[in-house]
């Protein structure tokens, strides 16, 4: 584990490799693209079988609940890794929502219930949904419901995965962070970019909870983690929009030449390679910090998502020009990144939230 004052581990080890290619075999064996576009345009956007491959078959949605709890005792660092697949194959799976952002709030409360709730998302039988915008940043404002009578009333707006999630943890005005089934609320979805992660609205109307603990402390890490294991979702989305591109440039011939002989675009490529190899520098140095607890974890937090959001969109944006006409249609799966990208470039905090954010924090202060 690092320590405040060592230098972060950006390399993989034997063992994150070895999940990455559990992780990637299993995702090629049940999440193609044409499975992916079929549910997008279902009713129901999920693939529950998967996620039952990855939570109950693999473990993996307890990687960072402790093992007296149910887990697997991992650090960030691994869930960085299954993070940079999930996004290699935008796989419509709750993994950022619940594995990580509901289960680090959850981390930040104390009691039983908060215990209980943990094992139950561990187990990956239970999914669980921070009821904060998608867009909300780590030390932003965010909206809270009232608590009358303990009940709980009021209206969440852009929750994602809330359609998937069993239970909703919920922040109230009174300071607490409340356990709400989510049987028991009105769930209405969104229309969103992004159709692999859908958005919803939450209405809650004399709903009784269960308080966990302090919403201030477990929402902002919760969304901290997010923002910063996001980083790694959009290095595996730009990394495969970039080697989709190379392998189609290297196919397409024009002249009777291959495309990517071409100069000009040969440029282009190189530019995107630089920035991608940058974004995996930062996800990474991000994943290290969250998993030791550095004291720079929100700089560290704070310049990957300024990074690698528009690194992931602009990635996205040349495989769409560059595979041409193909590009264009619905049945070429990079439409799906583009919308992905686009969106996580909003989620947590845009780069320029980020970024004003990590001035504070080194005391660069605009003029």
Not at 39 to 45: I, V
Request: charged share 20%; hydrophobic share 45%.
């Amino acid at each position: 584990m690092t320590t405040q004052g060592t230098q972060p581990d950006l390399l993989y080890s034997e063992e994150e490799e070895a999940l990455r290619a559990a992780v990637r075999d299993l995702l090629a064996d049940h999440c193609d693209a044409g499975r992916v576009i079929a549910r997008t345009e279902s009713d129901a956007p999920y693939d529950p079988a998967l996620w039952k491959a990855l939570s109950d078959g693999m473990g993996l949605a307890g990687l960072l609940v402790p093992e007296e709890q149910g887990g697997q005792g991992a650090t960030h660092r691994e869930v960085a890794v299954v993070l940079e697949e999930l996004g290699r194959a935008v796989a419509p799976v709750p993994y950022l929502t619940s594995a990580v952002v509901a289960t680090e709030a959850l981390l930040a409360c104390t009691g039983e219930d908060a215990d209980a709730l943990l094992t139950e998302l561990a187990s990956g039988r239970t999914v669980g949904a921070l009821a904060v915008a998608l867009s909300a940043a780590p030390d932003g404002a965010h909206r809270t419901v009232r608590d009358e009578g303990g009940l709980l009333y009021g209206e969440l707006t852009g929750i994602a995965d809330a359609t998937a999630a069993h239970v909703l943890l919920v922040p109230a005005a009174d300071g607490g962070l409340y356990a709400v089934d989510a049987s028991a609320v009105t769930v209405t979805p969104q229309i969103s970019l992004d159709l692999t992660r859908p958005l919803a609205t939450v209405t809650l109307d004399g709903v009784r909870g269960r308080r966990l603990g302090d919403a201030g402390p477990a929402v902002r890490r919760g969304l901290r983690a997010g923002a910063g294991l996001l980083a790694s979702e959009q290095l595996g989305l730009a990394d495969w929009c970039l080697t989709e591109t190379v392998r189609h440039l290297k196919e397409r011939k024009q002249f009777n030449r291959p495309v990517g002989g071409f100069q000009a675009l040969k440029h282009r490529l190189a530019q995107l390679w630089l920035e991608v190899v940058n974004t995996r520098a930062a996800a990474r140095n991000a994943a290290d910090a969250l998993a030791a607890g550095s004291a720079d974890t929100d700089v560290a937090v704070a310049v990957a998502q300024a990074y690698a959001a528009p690194v992931a969109v602009h990635a996205a944006e040349e495989a769409l020009q560059l595979h041409g006409g193909i590009g264009m249609t619905w049945e070429h799966p990079v439409h799906l990144y583009l919308k992905r990208a686009k969106a996580d470039s909003i989620a947590y905090g845009t780069a320029g939230a980020h970024r004003e954010a990590l001035a504070r924090l080194v005391d660069l202060q605009a003029p």
